[in-house]
């Protein structure tokens, strides 16, 4: 009798010594990051302006986040068309927040994206590796090449109709034009760059994305 007491005793006391542990682990699962809503491509498509359209585009996020394991969100391309049934990029990623590869909010809804209330800047916009995208030289970055095709005004919505700044709706390796922003926000004024809307490229061919800073790299968002 008097060791089944003692047993209990113990066990009581284990039980509640396990508590704080209990509790510990508990909140570490409440202190787990939120998964990856946001990246910059590793890689473009490689065929200048012309993605696939849209769906191509969006295959391509698709593709990059499930390569990573995160294939499991829906991700569409940061990107606007132009002319009848105009899509604005705006409202294709979903409400927010966003998160990169490492769990940091990159911005906690569309408004704060669209108005300097984001992250985004050459230190935390990553790709889905959780690369920078810049490579760096004798230990600096180098932003030789900056540029995300965005086809979008700097509050996110299309360009107008008239001049092509979106590569005939993302179809183009040829004629017409694609407006990118600065990934790294390192250029112009303080606070930077605007990061998807900076200037237009001087064709849609891969060599013209190239010549002024850009690899067609797309900034990707999961939708849900």
């Given at each position: ?51 696939g359209g849209l769906a191509g585009a969006d295959a391509h996020c698709q593709s990059l ?11 569409a391309a940061y990107l606007s068309t132009q002319g009848a049934g105009g899509v604005d ?63 979008s005004q700097i509050d996110g919505t299309a360009m107008p109709s008239g001049q092509d ?60």
């Amino acid at each position: 009798m008097n060791n089944k007491r003692a047993l209990i005793a113990v066990a009581a006391t284990l039980g509640v010594l396990a508590l704080p542990w209990l509790s510990s682990v508990a909140q570490q699962d409440d202190d787990e990051p939120p998964p990856m809503g946001f990246f910059i491509t590793s890689v473009g498509i490689g065929d200048g302006g012309n993605l696939g359209g849209l769906a191509g585009a969006d295959a391509h996020c698709q593709s990059l986040a499930a390569a990573v394991g995160a294939g499991n969100r829906s991700w569409a391309a940061y990107l606007s068309t132009q002319g009848a049934g105009g899509v604005d990029a705006r409202d294709r990623i979903g409400a927010g927040p966003w998160a990169n590869v490492n769990g940091l909010i990159m911005a906690t809804s569309v408004e704060s994206l669209h108005y300097d209330n984001s992250n985004l800047n050459w230190e935390f916009t990553l790709d889905e590796n959780g690369n920078q995208f810049a490579s760096r030289i004798d230990g600096d970055p180098d932003f030789s090449e900056h540029d995300a095709l965005t086809g979008s005004q700097i509050d996110g919505t299309a360009m107008p109709s008239g001049q092509d700044q979106t590569c005939s709706n993302w179809t183009s390796n040829g004629e017409g034009s694609a407006r990118v922003g600065h990934a790294d926000r390192y250029s112009f004024t303080t606070p930077g760059s605007p990061w998807n809307s900076s200037h237009g490229t001087p064709g849609c061919t891969q060599e013209n994305l190239v010549a002024v800073g850009g690899a067609g790299l797309l900034y990707c968002f999961a939708t849900d």
